[in-house]
């Protein structure tokens, strides 16, 4: 039999077991790491109970407010065995409705009085400018004479009065006319008047 002895070096075999020490030390690391952070969210997780079972313990708490609240606004007042915080936490909502009532109230009352106090300025300031106008002074014979005929009255319109003297200067081709009774014009006579 043959007999092989495999010579190892001795710097092979040092840095062999330096890297197994340290291949040992970063799992030993790991561990230590693991088991602190399971640690702390077991820690985490027992304290977001805890904190949700004291939030399930005031829901009913929060539930009797809200009916109290609801009752004290309705104008029903809280029961005898209400605790006191509970009695002043569900008036408040009333309060606070008495106190916007008065306030709109309050503000109605000032809103008509402006609009008042306007509406009195306004007509002292018209009644001034119309006892200082020289116009309210004036008599009545400077106004235009109204026309006291039809005829008058029908050649004060401007395009009756130019269709009018159009049509005496051009020859008239139509044979209908101006009927003043009626005060109608025939198309005819309007498109000779427009040329």
Not at 31 to 54: C, H, P
Not at 66 to 73: C, G, L, V, Y
Not at 131 to 145: C, G, H, I, V, Y
Request: charged share 20%.
């Amino acid at each position: 039999m043959v007999t092989t002895v495999l010579a190892v070096n001795p710097v092979i075999e040092t840095l062999g077991q330096i890297g197994g020490i340290i291949i040992c030390l970063f799992l030993l690391i790991f561990v230590i790491v693991a088991v602190v952070f399971n640690l702390a969210m077991a820690f985490g997780l027992s304290w977001v109970r805890e904190k949700t079972e004291l939030i399930k313990l005031l829901r009913p708490n929060v539930e009797s407010v809200n009916r109290t609240t609801a009752s004290a606004i309705q104008g029903v007042p809280p029961a005898e065995q209400t605790p006191t915080p509970m009695k002043a936490i569900a008036t408040v909502p009333l309060r606070v409705k008495q106190a916007d009532k008065k306030v709109e109230q309050v503000s109605d009352r000032v809103a008509n009085a402006a609009i008042e106090f306007r509406a009195r300025t306004v007509q002292v300031q018209t009644v001034a400018r119309l006892l200082t106008s020289r116009s309210f002074w004036q008599r009545e014979e400077s106004k235009p004479p109204v026309p006291s005929t039809q005829e008058e009255m029908e050649l004060k319109s401007p395009g009756l009065r130019m269709l009018m003297d159009r049509r005496s200067a051009e020859p008239s081709t139509a044979t209908s006319s101006y009927d003043p009774e009626t005060h109608t014009i025939t198309s005819s006579q309007l498109r000779n008047g427009s040329r």
